[in-house]
Nanobody, 119 residues
Framework: QVQLVESGGGLVQAGGSLRLSCAAS????????MAWYRQAPGKQRELVAK???????NYGDFVKGRFTISKDNGKNTVDLQMNSLKPEDTAVYYC?????????????WGQGTQVTVSS
């Protein structure tokens, strides 16, 4: 079973920065995509950033150049650098790994890390 462990969450003031890291138990280059999602109380989980095995990167519309996703194949980690944080960025952030198995798509999730941005 794939394990994803997030770290780096915490409390930060508006305008500050945080760096989240996701450590995978398997080689990340074997996944179709690695991503970060977030879920705020009372809201649906939404995509923050996705990095595909082909090198394509997608960000949620709300990111607006503030966040950067990156990976280290040697360390099997995927990081999310978050700058210019806003109170509305407060949420639990989840690491996601997607694997294609024949015609099926399998998602793996971490346990989440809380990010709280104070005004």
């Amino acid at each position: 079973q794939v394990q994803l462990v997030e770290s780096g969450g915490g409390l930060v003031q508006a305008g500050g920065s945080l760096r989240l890291s996701c450590a995978a138990s398997e080689r990340i280059f074997m996944f179709n995509a690695m991503a970060w999602y977030r879920q705020a109380p009372g809201k649906q989980r939404e995509l923050v950033a996705k990095l595909t095995s082909g090198g394509n990167i997608n960000y949620g519309d709300f990111v607006k150049g503030r966040f950067t996703i990156s990976k280290d194949n040697g360390k099997n980690t995927v990081d999310l650098q978050m700058n210019s944080l806003k109170p509305e960025d407060t949420a639990v952030y989840y690491c996601n790994a997607n694997r294609r198995v024949l015609l099926n798509s399998v998602d793996y999730w971490g346990q989440g890390t809380q990010v709280t941005v104070s005004s």
